[in-house]
Structures are given as structure tokens and as C-alpha cells.
């Protein structure tokens, strides 16, 4: 079991929370000129990071904020976390 | 390469069994291959057997980072089926459930393939109609699938717990599915690709590409440099990485799923029988042991190990629906690194890069689709163009749009 450190609510055990994917996909700007490719690129391409991730996790049965976790996929470590557009901390 | 017969078991009998010949060669790699396959799992070894045996390919190799059938082929709980929601997968994994019922012939090995029955349960209402829908339509596929009431699921199941928590309602069942033996499929194809003349390179890790002009030239690999003239991925949870080298970016999420057994007990459990609702599965091995799983680990992941409340989930679940499962101890838990596409079915064939292909997105279900995937693979790659049951699962799908979602109707199964 992970133990996530919610920004908001200190560490708690994974459970409280759901995993919401990598956080870098940035919802494109200009939807209205995106073609197929760009598209699909936004909505289902991943890097699919081996080694050290960005993401975002929601702490579903806590608090329900969703916030930035650094976690090594290989070993699981989790390396920090961080509210939604602070730049660290 | 020795035939395996009731006769060979007889004469070898007489030298003590110390004189069979091994089941495939070791070789040193050659410089160049006409098709290199990168990962010697179920996948890969399928697709270079059908290559050499039946498109005339001879000159191939299987590279393997570390011993084949390792990887998810070897990790695995054996489930075989056809009864997919969508037509595409319904034509797609009939077409393997075929190859299945054969496979022991074909390969002169027994895969131990056990048509035991797929019975699904459902533990609503809600889920009952949509079982309704989802059986019929495997029924208009043209596939075997039968609805049962609960008395009639009792037939298979005698120890269940009809009136669990989330009481049992009705299933479905394919009396065709099964399981057979995830080693003996690995291995019997690894024989009878060595036999046609392919090499199998274990210990040969790749650790990069030469590439020009969107072809890839050759890979680098823990045994050197091998140069071919078409290459495939079937890697699994590490398509991505190896997708990389060759500059190419894939829809694929890597997550670890768990498998887990318990102690071996006397045959009691004659059927593969699983909850989408309460998210179990479970069948009983040829050894005894009870085996089990249930929801994978839902984050990014290439450890090949998983959490414990995903183990206590599916536990949880188990002994709600087996009560008398409940006293047996786990004896093993391990996972595999699994390939995830978006809408969670395969894709198969060719890429933007020239000369490569993949094999990928088999996520949590693709060893079933062993035999078919090496099958369609081989006749893309010989021929360079889809094998018309791999059409719909091509890589343009998340750009056109047609996606084919079996993650949403068919739930849990494997
Ligand atoms: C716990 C669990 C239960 C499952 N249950 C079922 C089930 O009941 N029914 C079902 O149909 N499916 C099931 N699956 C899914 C199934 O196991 C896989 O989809 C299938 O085995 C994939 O086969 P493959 O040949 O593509 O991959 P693998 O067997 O994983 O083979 C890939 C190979 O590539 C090698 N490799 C990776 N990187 C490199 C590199 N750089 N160089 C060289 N080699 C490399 C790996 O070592 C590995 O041997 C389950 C999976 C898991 C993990
Ligand atoms: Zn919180």
C-alpha cells in the first residue's frame, strides 16, 4: 500500500485516494483547429514514464482535492507532492 | 529436434531419460536477420513460429532480455475465451479459442488446454440485463454463450454463496472457454520455432536502435549489434520504452496487475468462474492450487509487484463468493507489467516507423490471443499488410476514432 502525502491533509494510506493519470497532458488551447492526430495525441498518447512521474492523484475519500505526486514507477518511492500550480513544496 | 510420443517416453525409458534432446537450440546471434522480434514471451515466439512454419520466413530471431516466457506469458491465470462484447474482438479471439483446440497437436506439446467452462456472475439487477445484452451479442457473433439462473449456476459452482452481500442474480456462461497451461504454450511454441529454424537469443537485452529515415537499420543489444530488415515489438508493459528508441509514441499506460494462488487441495473447483461486480476471479490449476485475481493496480507501474489492499479487495471478494475458500492460505502473489491501451484492446500490426511493427495493448487479457496475435502477426509482417482480423486493431483507431471498447463492456474479465 502507498502512503500519499495529501498536500491538505498530511500522509494517509493509498486507499483514500484514486490516481488520475499523468499530469502533464495540457488541454489544448485552439480545440476547434486540432486535428485527428493532435487529438488523439492529447487525449491518449502517454510518455508512460519509466522511472521518476508526475501526477496527479485525488484524495477521493479525504479532502477530494486533487494534487501533483513525483513517484518513481519502478520502485513506487514517492518523492513529493504538491497543491495544483505551486511550483514546489 | 525429438518427436514427443508415447513411444518416445517408452524408448527413452530404456537410457534412464538421460539422452532427450533439448527443446530448442542457444544460439550465438547472427548479424542480420530478414525479421527480428524483440521479446521471447507468447506473443513473440507465436509470431516467429507462424513466420517460419507457414509465411516461408526462416531467417528470424527472438531476442529476450531475460529467459523466455518470463514476462506476463509465464505470470498469467491461464484464462481462455471468446466472449468479447464487439464483433472485431468476438472474430479475433474465436479465431484463437480455435487455434486453442488444436494447440496440442499443432505443437506436438501438451498445453493442457481444458475446456472447463467461463462462467460469469452477476450480483445485481442492473448487471443481470446488461449480461442479458452482452450474451446475446456473443451469441450473434456466433460464439457459445448461455444465460443461467441461480439454480443453474449452483450446477457449477456448488460451494457458492448464492445470497452473498451483493446477492447472485443470474451469469452467463461459454461452456467453450477454459484454461490451459501458460508455460507449456510459452515453451511449445519456443520448440517448434527452434525446430523451423529460428533463433532464440536469451539474455540478449536490446538497449537501443540505429535508425535512418524513419526505418530502423539495427538494435543494440547486450550480445552486440543485429541488423534486420523488419523488426517487432512484443515487449508488453515496456512497449513504450522500446517504442522510444525507435522515436515513435504510443497510446500505452504500463500498470502492474496481480496474480496470487493458495495452498494445492484436492480437486474441488471444476470450473473458471468470476464477479465483474465484486471484482474476483478464480479457477483451479492441475496442481491443486486455487488461482486468483481481480482488479489491477490502477496507477502507473513497471514494478512486477503490487499493493496489499488490491489483495485484500479481491480476497474480500473471494470469500463472499467461495465461503469455504476462506480457511486456505495464500501461498504466492507476483504481477506482471501490463500493456494498456485506452479503449483495452489490442493493437497490432504496423507503425509510422517503416519497418517496424508492434504487438501491444494485450494489457490484462492477451493470453488467450497467443496463438491468433503470433498467427495474424506472422501474415501482416510476411505480407506487409493487416491480416484482415487485425484490421480494427491497427494504431490510426485512436485518430479515426473507432475505438473498440471492451474495457467498458466487458468489464473485469480476463
Ligand atoms: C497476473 C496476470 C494475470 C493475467 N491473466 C490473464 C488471463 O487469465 N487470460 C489472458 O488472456 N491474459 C491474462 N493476462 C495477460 C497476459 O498475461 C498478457 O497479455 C500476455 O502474456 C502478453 O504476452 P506477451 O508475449 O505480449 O508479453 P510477455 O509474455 O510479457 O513477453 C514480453 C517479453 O519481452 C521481454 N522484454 C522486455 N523488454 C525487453 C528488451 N528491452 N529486450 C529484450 N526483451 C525484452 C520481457 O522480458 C518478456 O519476456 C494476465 C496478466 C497478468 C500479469
Ligand atoms: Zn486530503
Known amino acids: ?55 496527479l492523484w485525488v484524495h477521493s475519500y479525504g479532502c477530494r482535492q486533487w494534487f501533483n505526486v513525483t513517484r518513481d514507477t519502478c520502485t513506487h518511492e514517492i518523492v513529493g507532492s504538491r497543491r495544483i500550480g505551486s511550483v514546489n513544496g | 529436434m525429438s518427436h514427443y510420443s508415447a513411444l518416445s517416453i517408452l524408448r527413452n525409458a530404456f537410457s534412464g531419460h538421460r539422452n532427450w534432446t533439448r527443446a530448442w537450440q542457444d544460439p550465438e546471434p547472427k548479424k542480420h536477420y530478414d525479421v527480428v522480434i524483440v521479446g521471447a514471451g507468447g506473443h513473440g515466439l507465436a ?13 528470424v530471431a527472438v531476442l ?6 518470463g514476462g506476463n506469458s509465464g505470470r498469467n ?3 481462455c475465451r471468446s466472449n468479447y462484447f464487439y464483433p472485431q474482438s468476438g472474430a479475433f479471439y474465436e479465431h484463437s479459442l480455435q487455434l486453442f483446440e488444436d494447440l496440442g497437436q499443432e505443437l506436438n506439446f501438451n498445453v493442457m488446454f481444458s475446456q472447463r467452462g467461463v462462467l460469469s456472475v452477476c450480483n445485481s439487477m442492473h448487471e443481470l440485463e446488461i ?32 445470497d452473498c452481500r451483493f446477492p447472485i442474480r443470474g451469469g452467463f456462461i461459454q461452456k467453450r472457454g477454459g484454461m490451459s497451461r501458460h508455460d507449456a504454450v510459452a ?4 520448440r517448434q520455432a527452434s525446430a523451423a529454424g529460428v533463433d532464440i537469443i536469451q539474455q ?5 536502435m540505429v535508425t535512418s529515415d524513419s526505418r530502423i537499420e539495427s538494435l543494440q543489444t547486450r550480445k552486440g549489434d543485429i541488423s534486420g530488415d523488419r523488426f517487432a515489438l512484443c515487449v508488453a508493459g515496456h512497449t513504450s520504452q522500446l517504442a522510444d528508441m525507435a522515436g515513435l509514441r504510443l497510446p500505452i499506460t504500463s500498470i502492474a496487475l496481480q496474480g496470487m494462488v493458495t495452498e494445492p487441495v484436492q480437486p474441488i473447483f471444476d470450473t473458471v468462474m468470476m464477479s465483474a461486480q465484486i471484482h474476483t476471479y478464480v479457477s483451479q490449476s492441475d496442481r491443486g492450487e486455487l488461482v486468483t485475481g481481480g482488479g489491477a493496480d490502477l496507477y502507473n507501474s513497471y514494478a512486477q509487484r503490487g499493493s496489499l489492499d488490491t489483495q485484500q479487495h479481491n480476497f474480500a471478494a473471494l470469500v463472499e463468493l467461495m465461503p469455504i475458500f476462506s480457511r486456505l492460505r495464500m501461498m504466492r502473489v507476483w504481477a506482471g507489467v501490463c500493456d494498456m491501451a485506452y479503449d483495452v484492446s489490442p493493437i497490432v500490426g504496423k507503425t509510422p516507423v517503416e519497418n517496424l ?38 494504431l490510426d483507431r485512436f485518430s479515426s476514432g473507432r475505438l473498440i471498447d471492451e474495457g467498458a463492456a466487458s468489464g473485469v474479465a480476463h
Open chain 2, 47 to 59: 509470431t516467429a513460429y507462424y513466420l517460419a512454419r507457414y509465411q516461408g520466413v526462416k531467417n
Open chain 2, 77 to 79: 491465470t491461464q484464462v
Open chain 2, 131 to 162: 449480461y442479458r445484452r452482452w450474451a446475446n451479442a456473443i451469441r450473434m457473433n456466433g460464439i457459445d454463450s448461455e444465460m443461467l439462473d441461480r439454480g443453474e449456476i449452483r450446477k457449477y459452482a456448488p460451494h457458492i454463496n448464492l
Open chain 2, 64 to 69: 529476450e532480455k531475460d529467459y523466455l516466457g
Open chain 2, 187 to 190: 515453451w511449445g511454441y519456443a
Open chain 2, 357 to 394: 511493427y508492434i504487438s501491444t495493448g494485450w494489457g490484462t487479457g492477451g493470453y488467450k490471443a497467443i496463438p491468433a496475435g503470433g498467427d495474424c502477426l506472422a501474415y501482416t509482417m510476411a505480407n506487409d499488410r493487416p491480416h484482415e482480423l487485425l484490421r480494427p486493431f491497427q
Open chain 2, 204 to 208: 540478449c537485452e536490446v538497449t537501443g
Open chain 1, 1 to 55: 500500500m502507498l502512503r500519499i502525502p495529501c498536500p491538505y491533509c498530511g500522509i494517509r494510506d493509498q486507499d483514500e485516494f484514486r490516481f488520475g493519470g499523468e499530469s502533464r497532458a495540457r488541454r489544448p488551447e485552439n480545440p476547434d483547429q486540432l486535428s485527428d492526430e493532435e487529438w488523439a495525441e492529447y487525449l491518449f498518447y502517454r510518455d508512460n514514464v519509466k522511472g521518476r512521474h508526475e501526477e
